[in-house]
């Protein structure tokens, strides 16, 4: 899904004062970024195709990446304690990439995740943080057809402690598409809360952007296999008189209609509409 290009997108935001995802705005803070599942060349190369698309310098930027010599699922919140230490880190904002590999407790444990956020919590206050915690959703085979709070790995240990919850998804319509939605405010308010919107993935810049709100949250959870305006354009793409000439309108796009699907766009609007859908996909 990018979760940790969104964790590096964040910090640079942060540090530099420029909004997150160009929609909104930041309070620039020193930024403290873990990472414990890249190594420091994969964040450089990273780095270098994102950094030039903001404008100030990241002087209050400082990334700790993964130590070839120590592992994941270890005691990292020690390490992060310690790094806090050593560079006087107070009064900005903690990164951490992700929280299922900072730790080797078992986070669908409550006993060991609330031994965990016990820690956070401390160093919170120690060092007067704003913490951003990366996490997971539950890998089940339950059918998804709209994000929640529930889907995250620690459940409601975890969404009761923290203050916010945004959480993002693939989308089925585009590889460069993610649904997000902000599940949980504390303490403030937003008109988008609940609401999903579109999050744009940039692959020249690497970054992402934020779109439009989402009207059918559900249709970005279905398998492509299995969706019939996709079968469509899959069947057009075989006529070689219509990949000769693409340009058409409605009554030509009806010849190449397969027959198992003519009922559906058998009359204009429904064309209309179908051709609305597919081009707000992207196509």
């Not at 310098?57 to 992060?80: E, T």
């Not at 401390?122 to 959703?137: D, M, P």
């Not at 279905?222 to 693409?246: F, G, H, M, S």
Request: glycine share 4%.
């Amino acid at each position: 899904v990018g979760k940790s290009w969104i964790g590096l997108q964040i910090a640079l935001s942060v540090s530099n004062g420029q909004e997150l995802f160009k929609a909104f705005k930041v309070s620039r803070r020193p930024v403290l970024l873990v990472q414990f599942e890249m190594n420091n060349g994969g964040i450089s190369s990273r780095l270098k195709k994102m950094m030039p698309h903001f404008k100030n310098s990241f002087n209050d930027l400082l990334i700790v990446a993964k130590d070839g010599r120590d592992g994941v699922f270890i005691d990292n919140w020690k390490r992060i304690e310690n790094t806090l230490i050593e560079n006087d880190f107070r009064d900005g904002v903690l990164i951490v990439d992700n929280l299922y590999t900072s730790t080797e407790k078992n986070l669908s444990q409550n006993e060991e995740l609330t031994t965990v956020l016990s820690i956070i919590d401390r160093l919170r206050n120690q060092f007067n943080l704003s913490i951003i915690l990366i996490a997971h959703h539950n890998k089940d085979r339950e059918v998804v057809t709209s994000l929640n709070k529930n889907q995250i790995t620690g459940g409601k240990t975890l969404t009761n402690f923290v203050n916010n919850v945004l959480q993002i998804a693939e989308s089925s319509v585009s590889n460069d598409l993610r649904v997000a939605k902000i599940t949980k405010i504390r303490d403030a308010d937003s008109e988008l809360r609940n609401i999903p919107f579109k999050l744009h993935f940039e692959p020249e810049m690497c970054i992402f952007t934020k779109g439009s709100i989402i009207m059918n949250e559900a249709i970005h959870f279905i398998e492509t296999k299995k969706r019939w305006e996709i079968e469509v354009i899959k069947e057009l793409a075989n006529y070689n008189e219509w990949i000769n000439n693409p340009e058409f309108d409605r009554e030509r796009l009806s010849h190449f209609i397969p027959e198992e699907h003519q009922i559906r766009l058998h009359h204009p609007t429904q064309i209309t509409r179908y051709l609305h859908k597919i081009t707000s996909w992207g196509l």
